[in-house]
T-cell receptor, first 109, second 116 residues
Framework: GIQVEQSPPDLILQEGANSTLRCNFS?????LQWFHQNPWGQLINLFY???GTKQNGRLSATTVATERYSLLYISSSQTTDSGVYFC???????????FGTGTRLQVFP | KAGVTQTPRYLIKTRGQQVTLSCSPI?????VSWYQQTPGQGLQFLFE???????NKGNFPGRFSGRQFSNSRSEMNVSTLELGDSALYLC???????????????FGEGSRLTVL
């Protein structure tokens, strides 16, 4: 089945800095999603982005399906951006999401 | 539009007991899937239900089971609890179309189970 690799595993930033998180896939990209897991455990949808580029405020994402990777950009980071970011892709023809191991982001004032 | 609702949010059980968790999907969504999150194993797929039928199953022992009702609400059950079953159990819903990629999934807040 598809495998998902995320990098870096940990990221420490000072408030105001920019960052890029990466997700690599071993197979074709069809239903790629980015999530932010809040301190209470809920997975918050950031982007549904099988291809192309999307932006939402300080966050944007780009997926290059032909090269099987996706990038999440966080600009002007804030302490509230802290948490774990996951990318995930579905196995073909299923709702079975395969998650990466996550990037733990810590933003300090 | 209400989101995905999971109950209970927190629960504590002892080894050997059984537990039932509930998930109400977003109105109109017909697919419900369950995931287990532990520090050691990360987020792992348990099973997926669509129109009351289990459509996919992950690599978990038979102690883990689930079902879906006609109103798309789903329950999962874990019998003969073990210490290693302590985890955050997350439910996700999607519109779901049989035989096709189903697109974006939306998650509930999770049920945090502690087994003593």
């Amino acid at each position: 089945g598809i495998q998902v690799e995320q990098s870096p595993p940990d990221l420490i930033l000072q408030e105001g800095a920019n960052s890029t998180l990466r997700c690599n896939f071993s197979d074709s990209v069809n239903n790629l999603q980015w999530f932010h897991q809040n301190p209470w455990g809920q997975l918050i949808n950031l982007f549904y982005i099988p291809s192309g580029t999307k932006q939402n405020g300080r966050l944007s994402a780009t997926t290059v399906a032909t090269e099987r990777y996706s990038l999440l950009y966080i600009s002007s980071s804030q302490t509230t951006d802290s948490g774990v970011y996951f990318c995930a892709e579905t196995s073909y023809n299923t709702d079975k999401l395969i998650f990466g191991t996550g990037t733990r982001l810590q933003v300090f004032p | 539009k209400a989101g995905v609702t999971q109950t209970p949010r927190y629960l504590i059980k002892t080894r050997g007991q059984q537990v039932t968790l509930s998930c109400s999907p977003i109105s109109g969504h017909r697919s419900v899937s369950w995931y287990q999150q532990t520090p050691g194993q990360g987020l792992q797929f348990l099973f997926e239900y669509f129109s009351e039928t289990q459509r996919n199953k992950g690599n978990f022992p038979g102690r883990f089971s689930g079902r879906q009702f006609s109103n798309s609400r789903s329950e999962m059950n874990v019998s003969t609890l073990e210490l290693g079953d302590s985890a955050l159990y997350l439910c996700a819903s999607s519109p779901g179309r049989r035989g096709e990629n189903t697109g974006e999934l939306f998650f509930g807040e999770g049920s945090r189970l502690t087994v003593l």
